[in-house]
Antibody, heavy 120, light 109 residues
Framework: QLQLQESGPGLVKPSETLSLTCTVS??????????WGWIRQPPGKGLEWIGS???????YYNPSLKSRVTISVDTSKNQFSLKLSSVTAADTAVYYC????????????WGQGTLVTVSS | EVVLTQSPGTLSLSPGERATLSCRAS???????LAWYQQKPGQAPRLLIY???SRATGIPDRFSGSGSGTDFTLTISRLEPEDFAVYYC??????????FGQGTKVEIK
């Protein structure tokens, strides 16, 4: 049974860096069949794709966030991570990690999500 | 950027009725890369339809997807109480590669 679990601080101060990790169980993050991605959802709003990565380390970022985002993969821990720098209140959101099949490029399995609040 | 516009914003229907949700793209989208999701309050989105018309694992056959090019539709043939939720379409292609529509809320009339 595939499971994805986000972890990280729920509160981040303005101008600091948000750091989250997604731990994958039930599948190998080194599989050549999948990308792995991050999506966020501000309270009461819609979904925004942040970025995606492949086990090889290739990354793809939303141009609107590209200057502040870094996604990395740790195959030894079966994890991938998100760093978002210089955060503001506008970055307050539920952050989800998800699996992306190469064949369909959709998000077929999601973590439960973690709320990150940016506030001093 | 491929902009996905969903309509209507809110759909008020009764259980047993048919729901028709629209997703219109600002430029042509490959049918291989158009998906639909359902999201209930406090939950992560759940994949319903991929490849424009294929149901994901475990999705009831009252959910169906259709369309091509710039116009796509999600149909729920007979609404069950558990179907009242927000629905999102999503496409892959262009820059940024992944984009979502703004969502359609299906509420109980």
């Amino acid at each position: 049974q595939l499971q994805l679990q986000e972890s990280g601080p729920g509160l981040v101060k303005p101008s600091e860096t948000l750091s989250l990790t997604c731990t994958v169980s039930g599948d190998s993050i080194s599989s050549s069949y999948y990308y792995w991605g991050w999506i966020r959802q501000p309270p009461g709003k819609g979904l925004e794709w942040i970025g995606s990565t492949y086990y090889s380390g290739s990354t793809y970022y939303n141009p609107s966030l590209k200057s502040r985002v870094t996604i990395s993969v740790d195959t030894s821990k079966n994890q991938f991570s998100l760093k978002l720098s210089s955060v503001t209140a506008a970055d307050t959101a539920v952050y989800y990690c998800a699996r992306i099949p190469l064949t369909a490029r959709d998000f077929d399995y999601w973590g439960q999500g973690t709320l990150v609040t940016v506030s001093s | 950027e491929v902009v996905l516009t969903q309509s209507p914003g809110t759909l008020s229907l009764s259980p047993g009725e048919r729901a028709t949700l629209s997703c219109r793209a600002s430029q042509s989208v490959s049918t291989s890369y158009l998906a639909w999701y359902q999201q209930k309050p406090g939950q992560a989105p759940r994949l319903l339809i991929y490849g424009a018309s294929s149901r994901a694992t475990g999705i009831p056959d009252r959910f169906s997807g259709s369309g091509s090019g710039t116009d796509f539709t999600l149909t729920i043939s007979r609404l069950e109480p558990e179907d009242f939720a927000v629905y999102y379409c999503q496409q892959y292609g262009g820059s940024p590669p992944w984009t979502f529509g703004q969502g359609t809320k299906v509420e109980i009339k």
